[in-house]
């Protein structure tokens, strides 16, 4: 069986099971997204070591405003602190920061420290970091139809030029490269409206580790177990295994 021999280019991730790792230690739900956060620092670098190009993590969706006000108000005391403390660090190792979602739902604070960390970060090139924050990918692709429709009302573009590849450099990502492995630790088997668009054709491989457990040695499995995946892209078998021997 042909096989895909590479590093994937492009993970993303749901990290899921903060809640249950600190409930299953009698401590409240934020210290599991403490916890959570280093799992994240760890998984950063080891993506970085491994020559994996772009991490897409999910840290907040559209739909966790329906949290208890007091857990998302630690979250976003959490995010703030995390940009605070980790941009420099990440900006040393030449990583690109990224966020990706509706910021305009952020306190005017927050979204000053996202954009500081962005435009600090913006030509690094070792690695991209895309933070989904208030994302959905509903939301994701209701937004690229909108600024479609845009510009088609300003004439910049005709209905007939809107085609996969367009749509796709309106959506967040902007289509640089669609993630090849799409990881949900935490044992949910679902996608809960993460890169909708985006993840298509992308490996699944779902974890029953707690996110602040898993380490990279889970990150190494996962990644093994991505590259005994056979990526057919509708193809057969047979051609499959051609075109990954002609390394396409
Ligand atoms: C994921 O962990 C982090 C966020 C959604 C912010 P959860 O908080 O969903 O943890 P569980 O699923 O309740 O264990
Ligand atoms: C998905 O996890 C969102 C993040 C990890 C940020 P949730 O815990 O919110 O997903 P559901 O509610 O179990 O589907
Ligand atoms: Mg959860």
Do not use: C
Not at 102 to 113: G, I, V
Not at 208 to 224: G, H, M, N, R, Y
Request: aromatic share 8%; hydrophobic share 35%; charged share 25%.
């Amino acid at each position: 069986m042909s096989t895909t021999t590479d590093i994937p280019a492009h993970v993303a991730i749901v990290m899921d099971g903060n809640g249950r790792w600190a409930e299953r230690k009698n401590r409240p739900r934020t210290f599991g997204h403490q916890a959570g956060l280093k799992a994240l620092r760890k998984i950063v670098e080891h993506s970085g070591r491994l020559g994996i190009r772009e991490l897409t993590v999910f840290a907040f969706s559209s739909e966790n405003w329906n949290r208890p006000d007091k857990e998302i108000n630690r979250l976003m005391e959490l995010f703030m602190r995390a940009l605070d403390r980790e941009t420099q660090q990440l900006h040393e190792n030449g990583v690109r920061i990224r966020f990706i979602g509706n910021l305009s739902a952020f306190s005017s604070d927050l979204q000053k420290k996202i954009d500081l960390a962005m435009s600090r970060t913006r030509n690094n090139d070792r690695m991209t970091l895309n933070v989904a924050a208030n994302y959905g990918g509903r939301w994701d692709i209701v937004n690229a139809a909108r600024q479609l429709a845009r510009a088609h009302a300003e004439g910049k573009i005709t209905s007939e030029q809107i085609d996969e590849q367009l749509f796709s450099q309106y959506t967040a990502l902007q289509a640089k490269h669609d993630p090849d492995l799409f990881i949900r630790t935490g044992g949910e088997t679902r996608i809960s409206n993460f890169l909708l668009w985006q993840s298509a054709y992308s490996e699944l491989y779902f974890s029953d580790v707690l996110w602040p457990d898993f380490s990279p040695q889970e990150l190494d499995k996962a990644i093994a177990e991505y590259r005994s995946r056979e990526r057919r892209f509708g193809m057969t078998g047979k051609q499959a295994g051609l075109a990954s021997a002609r390394g396409q």
